[in-house]
């Protein structure tokens, strides 16, 4: 009973308070630098705020969902220890409730939505969408002409220089160096290059500073050697800047490697049928956009057309297609799609929060009535 009173505490409440305005201006002020999505992952979309100390990153304060994780227990349990239940606050215990599977929903979208965007090309079939600027790093076997093999190696494991083990797979990788956004060209005069294999022999790589804008995209490239056991395959020069893939031979086996958006793929395909983009008479002023797509599904035997256009999306499978850009001479279509396990909680925390105000207000109206009566 001690704990659940020191956790409903007053002083929780503040520190928690405190904290979370601490982190507010803070998160603010590193947009100049870092750009709003990248200081909203680091400050608000995380457990930690982290800092280098020499070559470690370590944890110098408490992140969003910290804060906010603790926040919440604090409300809960204030409300168990000093809520006396009486059947004239049902409407306020019902509002509170609403309140709290309110701030449960944010908790629950920040740390399980995502969204992604998917371009396909009139006649093309994907079954997946790209991430706006995650990247993995991609091991393609492409020696099978009819299926290709992919494993995908996520940034946090190859964002800094060492070995990579791949269960499943005949050889390992090891980074060499690592540049979290960089200049390619061609090499000039007496510039050296680590690759030894592949194009990277010709290119020349220049580090830059990781940019800031919402509207730029890092290079991200780094120079990987190939290990079949002991032995030295080679080492690569990837970077989501270059055009093609490099590719090697082990075990008779074709492999290619490649820096790329992260790919969520999806267990159904999509095919752009038409695309339409209507203006407004005598001006470049889209007014309407449109998609046709037909969405295949074999686990469920399921094959239609599904018109996406300006505010009416496709929903299938807890994902939502928007219709949100085009291109290539109105031959590409760009949805975005998002996907939020808890989109359903505001309706229902909004529902509550109505319902229990509403009860409360009658049941007063009610108990003035009869009173007067």
């Known amino acids: 009973m001690k704990t659940i009173e020191r956790l409903a505490s007053t002083q929780l409440t503040l520190v928690c308070l405190g904290l979370a305005m601490v982190l507010v201006i803070a998160g603010t002020l590193a947009q100049v630098n870092m750009g709003t999505f990248a200081a909203q992952k680091e400050f608000f979309n995380s457990w930690c705020v982290y800092s280098w100390l020499g070559d470690m990153k370590v944890p110098v304060f408490p992140g969003g969902l910290t804060v906010g994780a603790v926040w919440m227990v604090n409300l809960l349990a204030a409300f168990a220890v000093r809520f006396k239940f009486q059947r004239s606050d049902t409407g306020i215990l019902i509002s509170h409730l609403g309140v709290i599977v309110l701030l449960l929903s944010q908790f629950l979208t920040q740390t399980l939505a995502h969204e992604s965007n ?42 800094h220089e060492g070995p990579i083990h791949l269960p499943g797979l005949p050889f390992s990788l090891v980074i060499r160096r690592f540049y979290p956004n960089a200049q390619i060209g061609m090499a000039g005069p007496g510039q050296s290059s680590l690759a030894t294999a592949g ?21 991200v490239t780094g120079y990987v050697e190939v290990l079949e056991g002991p032995k030295s395959l080679g080492t690569w020069l990837v970077s989501s800047g270059l055009g093609a893939p490099q590719s090697f031979n082990v075990e008779g086996q074709d492999y290619q490697i490649y820096i790329r958006p992260r ?8 095919t752009l049928k038409e695309f339409h983009h209507d203006i407004y008479p005598g ?11 037909h969405l295949v599904d074999p686990a469920k035997r399921e094959a239609r057309d599904a018109l996406i256009y300006m505010n009416h999306p496709l929903r299938y499978e807890g994902k939502t297609f928007y219709q949100a850009s085009f291109g290539k001479e109105d031959r590409l279509s760009v949805f975005q799609v998002v996907e939020n396990p808890a989109s359903w909680a505001p309706y229902i925390a909004c529902s509550l929060v109505v319902l229990g105000l509403a009860v409360q207000f009658l049941s ?10």
């Open 118 to 159: 998917m371009p396909i090309e009139l006649g093309q079939t994907r079954n997946y969408s790209e991430s706006f600027r995650e990247m993995e790093l991609a091991l393609v076997m492409t020696s099978d002409p009819q299926t290709d093999r992919v494993t995908s190696i996520p940034y946090s494991l190859f964002s």
């Open 364 to 373: 007063h109206l009610f108990e003035f009535v009869r009173k007067r009566s």
């Open 263 to 270: 790919r969520h793929y999806y267990p159904f395909t999509m």
């Open 283 to 293: 001006t470049d002023i889209p007014k309407n956009f449109s998609s046709l797509v």
């Open 199 to 219: 194009i990277g022999m010709r290119i020349g790589v220049q580090e830059l500073a990781p940019v800031s804008s919402d509207d730029e995209v890092n290079t």
